[in-house]
């Protein structure tokens, strides 16, 4: 550590933290790249930042193919207010292009079927791939098991989660723009963990907020499986008693136990709710991959990891990011950026024989819209706990006083940062 | 670095702990070699991806996107941190620590930090190129996704 420093030692530190970008490193990489091949299942906000954060902290010397279904990124963050009707989903709604022209980074429109991690190969629908290190990113998994009646895409266009943005998340629109006005609107919470934990009640308030500007007699009625509201409970409690009295009608401790589909009718152990519009969010898993590859437990449905790697507890040079590990910490998209580049960090460490951060801290923040204009957040700094082995909360996290426009703008200069700083 | 006092205005306990440590340990742990300062291999494997994690907000490296005028009428911009000067972020950042610096977010944020790794991001930051980052310009859903 206290090694006079000289100017060379400087350029190499400096070098490292990616001062020296002036070699792009899509021009930097040699036909073989010397350090490895990394290969990425999912282009959602972890795996394309770990894809991009390889390359430059390698300075191009990792090659790095990303595998993803689809050809583009819709932002979940944000998706919200296409239903409060100030965005649009096309705002919402980006191309892979920058981030591939910019880095040298690979992209295959397949689907991964399977993982042989003995002989580090991969299986698409169109090939095999071969990798040094994988990292599995695939987000979350719906688990429609105990809702058969949901889980078709047929029974989905009358019943959408919404919960991955799209055209699920146009459709639960038109539904609210046709429901007359006097209709109801239910939304359930699933049972925590799941993405985004303060989205549902997020999601509420983006409902009230249209109803309150264009069908003024509607309600929302949210049935939540947990005990009490899981996120910003105080702000949303108060958004909901106050800006929203008499038109949001939060019902905790009231998970969902029948659907029947055709008379849109829910039961839960106490009530029996018929509904205009329904929005049924399901409980969750790690995506469908992590647990075909066996990187979850029978009894467990998320992925141990080591958090100073992302390296998973199960199988052996396979990573795993995002909404599928079982960190303990929310599901956001500003935390599957950051675990995506310790992660990229500590591979790029690895490959060119030296260690990783020994102890990992990072940011996280969650914005929430309470209607076009006012968002409020919740903030917090996780630091590695070598004795738990994990990140835990650091002093000094909190919320917002209130919901205010200023942070309005923010909560946009937000998105507007992540989506630049994950795909360009 | 004995020129770095800063808006001293606010003679609080995290400054007067930072002076301490500048004229101290800190500073040479920074690596001070003809003007420039420089981290241990630790220290910027440590501080890249910290930093990392502030591009969320501040943009990669820094770099905010700049506003182009098509957003909502109360959209702000984030500050851009490439390029400033290592003082002023010091100053910000523990400012905000010690909440003499009026903040929505960054109070929350800062006093999770330890004072070494706010010098190394103001640091980071400094050394960081300013460009100007455009938005990401967003595109028609396509009919294919489910």
Redesign the interface.
Known sequence: ???????R??I???G????L?ASRPSLAMASKPPLGRVVIVGGGYAGATAAK?LRL?SMGSIEVIVVEA???F?SCPMSNLVLGG?KT???????YD?LKANHGIVFRHDTVTAIDAAAKKISLLGGTLSYDRLIVAPGVDFNYQDWPMLAS?EAQKQVPHAWKA???T?NLRRQLEAMPDGGVFVMNVPKAPYRCPPGPYERACQVASYFKQHKAKSKVIVLDANAEIISKKGLFAKVFNETYAGMIDYRPDNAITNVNLASKTVSTEFDTVKADVLNFIPPQRAGKIAQVAGLTEKDYPWCDVNFLTYESKLVPNVHVLGDSVAAGLPKS??MA??QA??C??AIV?ILSG?L??????????CYSFIN??AAM?V?????YDAGKKMMVS?????V?VSPN??????A???A??????T?? | MQQTTGPMKTASSSWLLLIGLITSSLWPALGHADGVFAFTAEQATHVRALAASCAACHGTLGNAVVKEGNGPPSEENNPVLAGRSREDLLSKLLGFRDGSRKATIMHQHSKGLSLEEIALLATHFSQQKPINQPRLQPQALKAEHG
């Open positions: 550590m206290a090694d006079p420093l000289n100017r030692t400087f190499k530190a400096v490292a933290t990616g001062l970008l954060y902290w689809n050809s583009q819709v100030s989903i096309h705002d919402l709604t980006f191309a920058a895409a799209g055209w699920q146009v998209a500003h950026t950051n580049k310790v990229a960090s460490q030296h990783p951060d020994a102890a990992p801290v990072f940011a996280n923040t076009d204009n957040h903030a917090n700094v996780y630091r650091a002093e000094g996290g909190g917002s426009e200023k942070e309005g703008g923010y946009q200069a937000w507007n940062n992540i989506w630049a700083d795909l360009s």
